[in-house]
């Protein structure tokens, strides 16, 4: 009796500690997810500072005959520093000076956009919601204390009391940031943008998706259903496993040894990307596929076989279409893996400041991981909530692609 009591007690104790475990497990990923949201939320939307604007014709080099081209090149930094005075008088130049740098940088691009689609507001004055700068933008999010001594902080005090006139008069305002799903890359905070890095790793996936999973899945073939076991099959199946377990640095090294080196590819694109990341990926769709077409009965190749099927029709129209669900999940799970890799583009050159958004697998590009990994070496406080923004965006495209794979499964499984 007392040997049942014993047992009976190491169990619950195992119980216990199973939901301790849980608990834990729980609560770390849930406070990890917390600040990540808590601090990334805020990218998603800018400061703006509402700004009376005369679209004064001295002040640009064109006016409303003038051709989109021509207004695209035009500098319309006379007009943005005219702004300046037009709503803050009697200004000295220090004075003009720091509240110019209330503004974003770019606050003369943004004139010259609105004028590409507003021609007939010249000689007229227009009220705009004009973006503030980076360091503004965090003291009014809250994200930066303005109790600190001036010497410790970028927004000095005369910043700090013209931020507070234009918070009485109802001109400080938020929108939401289209800019970071529109616009690549950015040395300024409130105007860097991740569709640059998103284009990257879309056509990174796309060139590792066309490259690793027609590969992988006639080595599997081959392997599983065309050759006979001996010791070079045994060799072959234990490199692969080994394979799946390298660290992925190394492949960034095959990359960049070999398709850059050997075959002199271009440096920094996503074809050199893509191909990285599909050697790196081969080994988990091998294994996947291979997992796969040992789980088809044996029964429907023997009845293909009896009713005259060759080798190669058993196996392309009966076997392979059966194994598909667990290749694509394994695929998918695969490319989940390859999106969120940072050492293999790091290795190629896709780690750099790209501003352009890349037109195709060619053109000049950073991944999703990479420009996340940039952001964070950045000294400015506004990248640190782009960072959590971009994991944020990161973790809903992993997210997504391991909801595909569980979907396409349960819709093309076969049930035995």
């Not at 001295?58 to 005959?65: G, I, K, T």
């Not at 000689?123 to 930066?144: F, H, P, R």
């Not at 496993?241 to 095959?254: C, E, M, R, T």
């Not at 999106?339 to 590009?365: K, N």
Request: glycine share 8%; with cysteine; net charge neutral.
């Amino acid at each position: 009796m007392s040997n049942i009591k014993k047992r009976l007690s190491a169990e619950r104790r195992f119980k216990f500690y199973g939901q301790v475990g849980v608990f834990l497990s729980l609560l770390f990923v849930s406070l990890l997810i917390i600040k990540i949201f808590s601090t990334g939320s805020g990218a998603f939307f800018r400061t703006t500072i509402e700004t009376d604007i005369f679209f004064d014709p001295e002040l640009m080099n064109v006016d409303q005959n003038s051709s989109d081209k021509e207004i695209s090149r035009a500098s319309f930094e006379k007009l943005a520093d005219g702004v300046i005075d037009f709503n803050f008088k009697n200004l000295s130049e220090d004075e003009f000076i720091k509240i110019r740098e209330m503004y974003t940088r770019r606050f003369d691009y943004q004139l010259r956009d609105y004028f590409l689609k507003n021609k007939e507001v010249i000689n007229n004055t227009v009220t705009l919601e004009i973006s503030a700068s980076s360091d503004l933008d965090q003291i009014v999010k809250g994200n930066y204390p303005r109790n600190v001594p001036e010497s410790q902080r970028k927004i000095n005090d005369y910043q700090l009391t013209i931020l507070d006139e234009l918070t009485s008069k109802e001109k400080i305002g938020s929108t939401f940031n289209f800019w970071f799903f529109t616009n690549g890359d950015s040395r300024d905070p409130e105007t860097a943008g991740i569709l640059g890095a998103i284009m990257g790793s879309l056509y990174a996936l796309m060139i590792c998706l066309v490259f690793s999973f027609p590969i992988g899945l006639f080595a599997s073939v081959y392997l599983e259903e065309f050759t006979k076991p001996g010791k070079m099959t045994d060799l072959i199946e234990v490199n692969i496993n080994n394979l799946a377990a390298v660290p992925s640095i190394v492949f960034g090294l095959l990359g960049l040894g070999m398709l850059i080196g050997v075959f002199n590819m271009p440096f920094q694109v996503p074809l050199v990307g893509g191909l990285t990341l599909g050697f790196m990926t081969l080994p988990t769709i091998i294994i996947a596929c291979r997992s796969s077409l040992r789980a088809v009965p044996p029964s429907i190749r023997h009845g293909a076989l009896a009713l005259g099927a060759t080798k190669v029709q058993t196996t392309f129209h009966h076997v392979v279409p059966l194994a598909l669900p667990g290749t694509l999940t394994g695929t998918i799970i695969g490319m989940a893996q390859a999106l969120g890799e940072t050492a293999p583009l790091l290795m190629v050159g896709m780690v750099a400041f790209v501003m352009e958004i890349p037109g195709g697998p060619l053109d000049p590009a950073t991944g999703l991981p990479s420009q996340i990994y940039l952001w964070s070496e950045s000294a400015e406080r506004g990248f640190i909530e782009k960072t959590s923004a971009g994991i944020m965006l990161l973790l809903l495209f992993l997210i997504v692609m391991n909801l595909a794979a569980i979907l396409i499964r349960r819709k093309v499984e076969v049930k035995w």
